[in-house]
């Protein structure tokens, strides 16, 4: 079973930018959808963006534009490159890879905060 590690959370101004990252902790695997979710206090977990291993992206309308994500298919990593913050982006951010025989790994979460 594949491990996620996340990092890169942390608190910051309305207008201000963070860097997310995720590192599977097996090299020797072929991770088909790496994506970031968030969950707000008081509600369902819900998709920001995903992106294949072909590098096709898929966004949130709600950060169109602002968030930017990317992966390291070397390194098995994913990375959500977060502009423009608002306070409504406040929420833990959860890293997911899906392997290529179908199994799924949830990172731990990171907390994001943005004050206004």
């Known amino acids: 079973q594949v491990q996620l590690v996340e990092s890169g959370g942390g608190l910051v101004q309305a207008g201000g930018s963070l860097r997310l990252s995720c590192t599977a902790s097996?090299?020797?695997?072929?991770?088909?959808?790496m994506g970031w979710y968030r969950q707000a206090p008081g509600k369902q977990r819900e998709l920001v963006a995903t992106?294949?291993?072909?590098?096709?992206?898929d966004y949130a309308d709600s950060v169109k534009g602002r968030f930017t994500i990317s992966r390291d298919n070397a390194k098995n990593s994913v990375y959500l490159q977060m502009n423009s913050l608002k306070p409504e982006d406040t929420a833990v951010y959860y890293c997911k890879a899906t392997q290529s025989n179908g199994v799924r790994a949830w990172g731990q979460g990171t907390q994001v905060t943005v004050s206004s």
């Open positions: 097996r090299s020797r695997i072929i991770i088909n959808s």
């Open positions: 992106i294949t291993l072909s590098g096709s992206t």
